[in-house]
T-cell receptor, first 116, second 113 residues
Framework: AQKITQTQPGMFVQEKEAVTLDCTYDTSDQSYGLFWYKQPSSGEMIFLIYQGSYDEQNATEGRYSLNFQKARKSANLVISASQLGDSAMYFCAMREENTGGFKTIFGAGTRLFVKA | SAVISQKPSRDICQRGTSLTIQCQVDSQVTMMFWYRQQPGQSLTLIATANQGSEATYESGFVIDKFPISRPNLTFSTLTVSNMSPEDSSIYLC??????????FGPGTRLTVT
């Protein structure tokens, strides 16, 4: 079963507008971490934001915020005031316990296009 | 955050040959991770490499195909053996940050012809 689901293969947003990228997850663990990463066309993977399962407040990092709804098992990324440089692939990820330790699993990704 | 370098940045290899990818971290870390990203796909964990012990491989990946070395706390290598065109991917190494976020190297873009 898919653990991380990103249902939007591609999204368009007008420059300076806000955009929400959806992510739902599946876990039976009580303690877990949720992450968003950005991958520009250059291929590098850039960590954006983290939300712990016990955190009561939604995480924010500059123009990025994570809309965490634990009961719904969703962790949507909100990018405010989109910029052309935000055009990239965005991956939602979850840290979960694995045999022998922990591992991070990634969703399929959402490609964001910012229009001028 | 850790600074991670990888060599080579890209390579074109013939099928049946092997390529060793190096990953260097600027600080000592317990675990290093190797991922594969096939064209247009997400990241898939190949294995976790702890210093001083055998790497732990994920389902679908075997040591004979992807041998890993971890000789010290700042360095690891991944070898892609007996390559086929299906091995054409980006290979990334990563380490944990303080909240278990992943910090990645720039990746090695491998094309197998």
């Amino acid at each position: 079963a898919q653990k991380i689901t990103q249902t939007q293969p591609g999204m368009f947003v007008q420059e300076k507008e806000a955009v929400t990228l959806d992510c739902t997850y599946d876990t039976s663990d009580q303690s877990y971490g949720l992450f968003w990463y950005k991958q520009p066309s250059s291929g590098e993977m850039i960590f954006l934001i983290y939300q712990g399962s016990y955190d009561e407040q939604n995480a924010t990092e500059g123009r990025y915020s994570l809309n965490f709804q634990k009961a719904r098992k969703s962790a949507n990324l909100v990018i405010s005031a989109s910029q052309l440089g935000d055009s990239a692939m965005y991956f939602c990820a979850m840290r979960e316990e694995n045999t022998g330790g922990f591992k991070t699993i990634f969703g399929a990704g959402t490609r964001l296009f910012v229009k001028a | 955050s850790a600074v991670i370098s990888q060599k080579p940045s890209r390579d074109i290899c013939q099928r049946g040959t092997s390529l060793t990818i190096q990953c260097q971290v600027d600080s000592q870390v317990t675990m290093m991770f190797w991922y594969r990203q096939q064209p247009g796909q997400s990241l898939t964990l190949i294995a976790t490499a702890n210093q001083g012990s055998e790497a732990t491989y994920e389902s679908g990946f075997v040591i004979d195909k992807f041998p890993i070395s971890r000789p010290n706390l700042t360095f690891s290598t991944l070898t892609v053996s007996n390559m086929s065109p299906e091995d054409s991917s980006i290979y990334l190494c990563s380490v944990d940050g303080p909240r278990y976020e992943q910090y990645f190297g720039p990746g090695t873009r491998l094309t197998v012809t």
